[in-house]
């Protein structure tokens, strides 16, 4: 039972170029909305989070995009680098939960 | 702080074999998770505990797996009888109770031959 869908698999960008990656849920009683990023032989790290009270939330060169009638949303790296690379998993979980639900994750790879 | 440690990094181990994992949790989050991930997969939840209360168990965990956490502080993994389908990566991440951050560890690398 896959709760959160993760699109694309894998993503390759030039260096400076915009990398979107996609999420979609299932579950309404989701509330929280977390990117992680992880990097070989290292466990994930959080990035950036949303709450779906805001359609947009930005930190840095990183931003959150959230559509709560579609039950999507989307992380944008602007202005990628190769320090980039990673594999970036979106997640979902309830407030005061204890479950959080990782989707299938997204090898991003950005040329120099 | 020094963040979540996880021992053993690498374990290889025969089939049938018990192995036991460790997860020193950041000294004052009250919560602890363990997750399992394969390659290509992201992670999936195994078990919670809240200080020392083992509070849910994932029906992904069969009896062979038992997890504890006797003081509330750190916490072990042990599999029983290890099958070929249980090489993966075993993370564990810790939380404050009324955060959803999870900060992982570096898991523990299971190879059963």
């Known amino acids: 039972q896959q709760q959160v869908k993760q699109s694309p698999q894998s993503l390759i960008v030039q260096k400076g170029g915009i990398s979107i990656i996609n999420c979609a849920y299932e579950?309404?009683?989701?509330?929280?909305f977390p990117w992680y990023q992880q990097f070989p032989g290292k466990g994930p790290a959080l990035l950036i989070a949303?709450?779906?009270?805001?359609s947009e939330k930005k930190e840095g060169r990183f931003t959150i995009s959230f559509n709560k009638s579609a039950k999507q949303f989307s992380l944008h790296i602007m202005d990628s680098q190769p320090g980039d690379s990673a594999t970036y998993f979106c997640?979902?979980?309830?407030?005061?939960?204890?479950?959080?639900?990782f989707g299938a994750g997204t090898r991003l790879f950005v040329k120099a | 702080d020094t963040g979540v440690s996880q021992n053993p990094r690498h374990k290889i181990t025969k089939r049938g074999q018990n192995v036991t994992f460790r997860c020193d949790p950041i000294s004052e989050h009250n919560r602890l998770y363990w997750y399992r991930q394969t390659l290509g997969q992201g992670p999936e939840f195994l078990t919670y505990?809240?200080?020392?209360?083992?509070?849910?168990k994932s029906r992904l965990l069969s009896d062979r797996f038992s997890a504890e956490r006797p003081k509330g502080s750190f916490s072990t993994l042990e599999i029983q009888r290890t099958e070929q389908g249980d090489s993966a990566m075993y993370l564990c991440?810790?939380?404050?109770?009324?955060?959803?951050?999870?900060?992982f560890g570096s898991g523990t690398q299971l190879s059963v031959l």
């Open positions: 997640a979902a979980s309830r407030a005061g939960g204890f479950k959080t639900i």
């Open positions: 505990f809240q200080n020392e209360a083992q509070l849910e």
């Open positions: 579950n309404t009683a989701f509330d929280y």
């Open positions: 991440a810790s939380s404050l109770s009324r955060n959803e951050k999870l900060f």
């Open positions: 949303i709450r779906p009270d805001v």
